[in-house]
């Protein structure tokens, strides 16, 4: 059973940083991808970031490219969202998820979710 559990949210001013965690437990595939997505109330979800993690290929949406970074540690087993400069904007639920194969989406077409982690940044 794959269980996907966040870590990390909270509260930032902004400019200021956040690093979310993403561990894995399970088998998903021999080859997946990873991803950060995000939503508001009212509103659907949205991609931020995914990662092959066989190649190490990433994907940024442009509202995060050159704030966001995401990476993985395959020892253990963790992939991980660091956060700069955000914005009031950047304020969402955040959700960590997976899916098998070589194509790593930024819409939801994703089998695997965590439970979100909260991100509020003030102005």
């Known amino acids: 059973q794959v269980q996907l559990v966040e870590s990390g949210g909270g509260s930032v001013q902004a400019g200021g940083s956040l690093r979310l965690s993403c561990t894995v437990s399970?088998?998903?595939?021999?080859?997946?991808?990873m991803g950060w997505f995000r939503q508001v109330p009212g509103k659907g979800r949205e991609g931020v970031a995914t990662?092959?993690?066989?190649?190490?290929?990433?994907y940024y949406a442009d509202s995060v490219k050159g704030r966001f970074t995401i990476s993985q540690d395959n020892a253990r087993n963790t992939v991980t969202l660091q956060m700069n400069n955000l914005k009031p904007e950047d304020t969402a639920m955040y959700y960590c998820?997976?899916?098998?194969?070589?194509?790593?989406?930024?819409?939801?077409?994703?089998?695997?979710w965590g439970q979100g982690t909260q991100v509020t940044v003030s102005s």
């Open positions: 990662i092959h993690t066989a190649s190490g290929t990433t």
């Open positions: 998820a997976a899916r098998g194969g070589v194509w790593c989406p930024l819409s939801p077409q994703y089998n695997y």
């Open positions: 399970g088998y998903i595939a021999s080859r997946y991808c």
